[in-house]
């Protein structure tokens, strides 16, 4: 409640989300039927639209009390990068790095909150990049080569090849499982359609953020191609070439040319913003 009229919320609002979220009860269904009533003592109500707002704002007051003074590299001002509960520390010495986790832990326990040291991992993004130190209750952090946040693979080289592999390889065990329906019958214009809704929307998400080298290029035209034998039953053996299969399906090479486009059309899209996407394209770093 004290977090609530920090923000400015009135006393009635307070009251009406005391109501809802105080004293709550829930029943677990099971196959011989429902147990009895057990009382919730912490977290948000499951499905309430108000829960995911309660939720940042409470965790938003954790992170600005634990870390307010902290940080030797800011990007737009800020030493955190938070999506829900997941939490990014940013940092350039591993002794401040150490005094952030301990003041956030610390912080977090007199929140109620625990930090799981399994969940934990630490990455230095370097050219020679060394194992970071950094302990939680005298337990070293796990340090990871990459790491997924938010559907994307970052590395400790800060290339995208990676995550790259790893959407063409989940858009063609995709089109794996529905090969009968992109090589059946069906007009050929509708199976490009199809192909390029399901298929190219998996591997090309997150494309807008991505910087591609030259076997970049060739991983997604592999793709590219792929695709289109798939499509057409066209195996190696056949010794088709690839000019003749664009010319079968009435194509040319268009997957790098779609990154392109989407790039263009986000790019615009985030200059005309006053945000930290825009601070980060064309902020300047200071010192030197």
Not at 101 to 125: F, P, Q, S
Request: hydrophobic share 40%.
């Amino acid at each position: 409640m004290q977090i609530l009229k920090g923000n400015g919320i009135d006393w009635r609002g307070r009251r009406l989300i005391s109501n809802l979220y105080m004293a709550q009860s829930v029943k677990v269904r099971l196959n011989r039927g429902e147990t009895r009533s057990l009382m919730i003592r912490r977290g948000v109500r499951q499905g309430c639209f108000l829960s995911p707002i309660l939720f940042n704002l409470y965790s938003e007051c954790l992170t600005k009390e634990s870390l307010e003074g902290f940080g030797d590299f800011k990007i737009g001002g800020k030493i955190t990068v938070k999506y829900a509960d997941e939490l990014v520390l940013i940092f350039k010495e591993e002794k401040v790095l150490q005094d952030m986790t301990d003041k956030l832990i610390e912080t977090g326990r007199c929140y109620g909150m625990e930090t799981n040291v399994e969940k934990t991992k630490a990455m230095r993004i370097s050219r020679q990049p060394f194992p970071v130190k950094n302990m939680i209750d005298q337990k070293q952090v796990e340090n990871v080569d990459s790491f997924k946040y938010l559907g994307s693979i970052l590395t400790n080289d800060g290339r995208c090849t990676c995550e790259i592999k790893s959407r063409i390889a989940m858009a063609k065990a995709t089109f794996n499982k529905k090969r009968a329906l992109f090589t059946s019958t069906l007009d050929l214009e509708l199976r490009k359609k199809l192909l390029k809704c399901y298929i190219w929307s998996i591997t090309l998400y997150g494309a807008e953020t991505w910087t591609l080298r030259a076997v970049d290029q060739k991983h997604l035209e592999s793709f590219e191609m792929w695709c289109w034998r798939r499509m057409e039953k066209i195996i190696w053996t056949d010794h088709v070439r690839n000019e003749e299969v664009f010319l079968i399906v009435k194509e040319q090479r268009n997957i790098l040319h779609e990154i392109s486009k989407r790039k263009a059309n986000w790019i615009g899209h985030i200059l005309g913003r006053n945000c930290l996407l825009q601070r980060v394209i064309e902020g300047k770093i200071k010192g030197g």
